[in-house]
């Protein structure tokens, strides 16, 4: 198991590594000059060729990239260029509240998700199975940002029980809390739970024709020891796979949401930067966004693993 792991964390720093070069090289061919908007419009081209020579600009860019890799290695992440304050201030309480929203995200679509899968799935054929299908194909077709309109229209328009916009803390009340979050996250989760539960229906169904579970039947196991100690083992695998896949799709819903709720996490924060060509602060979200995906695949990896002993012993692992 520790060789596995250690194979593992090598292709995350490889992966790392080679992402960390391609988010430098597609900020540094995004039009505009970091020097000409740290000094403004008003500036002089002296003044601007004097503070790209200060700034390194002028250097090839595997000097540039390295000096910027070295500075993020040990933790500076540079100042922002829009608002002036060390970037890593504005990244890490943005990640928290982003954190936030995608963990709450993450835990309703493995626990509904995975529940409704196999709920369906042992009642192949039913009229339970046939009622969840209908509103999974429904979810999975319909794009987040129509769900997003939909619940600001019913429940902050139309009832007004619900905030449109906005974060609160703790500090400002759980319930308080509670309301800012809660359309948020139906949003990102709706989608994912349909795509999860298919996934594990599908998984479940082909387990339960297999022959060890024709056996487990024969020996007179109750219909519910058989589905607990015997299927869903296996039948969960491919939704452990599919749950680290979706938050990847997860994070590109964050900056959705983020966006409509006006929600001052993560995603916000990166297209604010794009908005406003703020590259150091672009550069550092892409470069935690890059790393939280990374996590999560490793994750899913080492569950897998933990799972199925084939993964780390033998060809699984290849």
Known sequence: MLEY?????AYVVATLAVMSVLIFLITQIMPGNIAHLILGDFASPADIATLEAQLGLNDPWYVQYLRWASAMLHGDMGTSLSMNQPVADVIWGAVGRSALLAGISIVLVAIIGIWLG??????????????????TYVNIAVPEFFWAIVVIMLFAGYLRILPATGYASLDDG???WLRHLILPVFTLVTGLIAHVSRLTRSSVIDVMNTQYIRAARARGLSERRVV???????????AITVLAID????MGGVVVAETIFSFPGL????????????????QASM?????????????????YAFLNPKIRYGRGDA
């Open 5 to 9: 792991v250690i194979k593992r964390l």
């Open 118 to 135: 196999v709920y369906a799935g042992v009642r192949r054929g039913s009229k339970s199975d046939n009622a969840i299908s209908m509103v």
């Open 174 to 176: 759980l319930w308080n």
């Open 228 to 238: 607990r100690d015997h299927a869903l083992r296996n039948a969960l695998l491919p």
């Open 247 to 250: 938050v990847g799709v997860l």
């Open 267 to 282: 995603g916000r924060t990166l297209i604010y930067a794009i908005q406003h060509m703020d590259l150091p602060l672009l």
């Open 287 to 303: 470069m935690v966004v890059t790393f939280v995906y990374a996590m999560a695949n490793l994750s899913a990896d080492l569950l």
